[in-house]
Nanobody, 115 residues
Framework: QVQLVESGGGLVRPGGSLRLSCVAS????????MGWYRQAPGKQRELVARMNVGGRTNYADFAEGRFTISRDGGLNTVDLQMNGLTSEDTAAYYC?????????WGQGTQVTVSS
């Protein structure tokens, strides 16, 4: 059972940046996708960005050009660099992995954008 643990959330001013990190309990070689989702209060969980096993990335429209997903930290990590944050980015951010057709979720990390 793969466990995902997020970190890096917090309070940031509009226009600021945060880097979220997700560490898996084991090296993940056989994933279909790894990525990040978010859920704001009263809203459905939505895709932010994901990467497939071939390294191809997919971003939500709101994330394109501002957010960058990467796995530079190794086979058990996936990071999300977020720049130009606005109040609309306030949400709980969840790490996700699809491994052999099974979905794994982290517990979430809160991102609050406020002056």
């Amino acid at each position: 059972q793969v466990q995902l643990v997020e970190s890096g959330g917090g309070l940031v001013r509009p226009g600021g940046s945060l880097r979220l990190s997700c560490v898996a309990s084991e090296n993940i070689f056989n994933f279909n996708t790894m990525g990040w989702y978010r859920q704001a209060p009263g809203k459905q969980r939505e895709l932010v960005a994901r990467m497939n096993v071939g390294g191809r990335t997919n971003y939500a429209d709101f994330a394109e050009g501002r957010f960058t997903i990467s796995r530079d930290g190794g086979l058990n990590t996936v990071d999300l660099q977020m720049n130009g944050l606005t109040s609309e980015d306030t949400a709980a951010y969840y790490c996700h992995a699809n491994i052999l057709a099974k979905n794994y979720w982290g517990q979430g990390t809160q991102v609050t954008v406020s002056s």
